[in-house]
């Protein structure tokens, strides 16, 4: 019942009960679970129940929960002070270890989340290109900065309306929501308003969607495009940063972006996010350039000894193949389990991250995404969650797996994933 006390006394004092939305349960009903403590591939609810985590914090925890190198570092830093609000050495070895991974970033600064990032890479790029418009592609998040939570307007090629309360109309027309994956429509909009355009934001990889890989040739267009309008790319790697590789998703297709987004990962578990980019660029802001920008936590000695220790840990480790052969193993066997259960099942995956629709596919956009069966995966959530497998509370957002999972939990997520499937089609 402990699950269940906690969630109704947060509610009285907490909006919702939580601190983000989607851990409220509401997409797929039920009691959310209290997380009393993790460890490697487990989280452990406050009733002391144990769960397979696939969700791993929505992405940080690509070593899984408690790995001893973050927690010592993070101790160690514990007993010299918890922030300073003045510099330390370990932000210039954290970002001369980001500038030396991205080819593309010659200088970074630390803020204190992926939307702080995004947020202040748009102000720079508005502010670089004396423009005001910010092309975005539907289905990708970007964080709740205010003008990137806009959906397309009515008409083909107009500008965006809000997308929640509390985002002014002429904020939320500052920026044009494209379809994802679709060259066409995205080079004909450049073509008409490319002049106005300050910068086009885009997941490389979406996986805010569940995860939607890109289309040959859409990212070279986005490139050359902005390029040939003087608007800027900006990449949002705060899902891909440092997932499939050192570089970037950018890295693995050869593109090279004009700022570039980070969070999660670099982060370990902390609230850490960054953006940079070129020179020229970051040469604006603050306190060297015109663009304000500040945090009295940026960079703080906690949050850097905890991204520090996880990217040095992810070095020495280069986990990044046996990550995907094993993503590919678990998602073979969803694959082949549904197939038994009769159930459609299309799965996109990527490295350490993956995204099961309940649907035939292929999934290469937003409205693919939408034409999935969201009653199914409700009740394979819940079925799963029964079995000690936790997944996303919604079915449109990534699974993971970290290098804890090893092959006996993931032999464990596959079976608990075959006698859920079964049950759902009633073969069981
Ligand atoms: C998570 C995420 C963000 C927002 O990061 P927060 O730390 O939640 O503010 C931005 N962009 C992408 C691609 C993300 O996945």
Same mark, same amino acid.
């Given at each position: 019942m402990k699950n269940a006390e906690l969630f109704e006394r947060a509610k009285k004092v907490i909006p919702g009960g939580v601190n983000s939305p989607v851990r409220a349960f509401k997409k797929v009903g039920g009691t959310p679970r209290f997380i009393d403590k993790a460890r490697g591939a487990y989280l452990y609810d406050a009733e002391g129940r144990a769960y397979i985590d696939h969700v791993l914090s929505w992405g940080p925890m690509i070593l899984g929960h408690g790995r001893a190198e973050v927690v010592e570092a993070?101790?160690?830093? =514990?007993?010299?002070?918890?922030?300073?609000?003045?510099? /330390?050495?370990?932000?210039?070895?954290?970002?001369?270890?980001?500038?030396?991974?991205?080819?593309?970033? %010659?200088?970074?600064?630390f803020v204190?989340?992926?939307?702080?990032? #995004?947020?202040?890479?748009?102000?720079? =790029?508005? =502010?670089? /290109? !004396?423009?005001?418009?910010?092309?975005?592609?539907?289905?990708?998040? $970007?964080? $709740?900065? %205010?003008?990137?939570? =806009?959906?397309?307007?009515s008409g083909a090629l107009t500008l965006g309306v809000p997308d929640t309360a509390g985002v002014p109309g002429g904020i939320a027309s500052t920026t044009a929501v494209l379809?994802?994956?679709?060259?066409?429509?995205?080079?004909?909009?450049?073509e008409h308003h490319g002049q106005d355009v300050a910068a086009v934001i885009v997941e490389p990889v979406a996986g805010n969607m569940g995860v939607v890989l890109p289309k040959p040739g859409f990212l070279a267009s986005t490139r050359e495009r902005t390029r040939?309008?003087?608007?800027?790319?900006?990449?949002?790697?705060v899902? #891909?940063?440092y997932r499939f590789c050192f570089g970037g998703y950018q890295d693995l297709v050869g593109i090279t972006p004009d700022?570039?987004?980070?969070?999660?990962?670099? !982060?370990?578990?902390?609230p850490v996010g960054a953006f940079g980019g070129r020179e020229d660029i970051m040469a604006l802001l603050a306190p060297d350039g015109p663009v304000y920008q500040a945090g009295t936590l940026s960079g703080n000695p906690m949050a850097m000894a905890a991204g520090l220790a996880t990217l040095r840990t992810i070095e020495r480790l280069d986990p990044y193949e046996k990550l995907a052969r094993s993503m590919e193993e678990l998602t073979g066997s969803f694959r082949d389990s549904a197939r038994e259960a009769g159930i459609p099942l299309a799965v996109n995956s990527i490295g350490s991250m993956a995204c099961l629709f309940f649907q035939p596919g292929p999934v290469m956009c937003f409205e693919d995404v939408m034409d999935s069966r969201v009653e199914l995966y409700v009740r394979f959530f819940h079925a799963m969650l029964k079995e000690g497998i936790y997944l996303a509370p919604s079915p449109f957002e990534a699974m993971f797996i970290s290098t804890a999972h090893t092959q006996d939990v993931l032999e464990r997520s596959m079976e608990a994933a075959r006698t859920s499937l079964l049950t759902l089609s009633g073969q069981a």
């Open positions: 993070v101790r160690e830093q =514990a007993l010299r002070g918890m922030s300073y609000g003045a510099p /330390t050495e370990a932000e210039v070895l954290l970002a001369e270890l980001v500038c030396s991974s991205f080819a593309s970033i %010659d200088r970074v600064r204190n989340s992926g939307t702080e990032a #995004t947020m202040s890479a748009i102000r720079l =790029a508005r =502010a670089f /290109t !004396g423009r005001e418009i910010v092309v975005k592609f539907e289905g990708c998040y $970007h964080g $709740h900065v %205010d003008s990137l939570l =806009a959906k397309a307007g379809p994802y994956n679709d060259i066409e429509y995205f080079e004909k909009f450049m040939s309008c003087g608007s800027l790319l900006i990449f949002d790697e899902i #891909t940063g700022l570039t987004c980070l969070g999660k990962i670099i !982060g370990g578990g902390m």
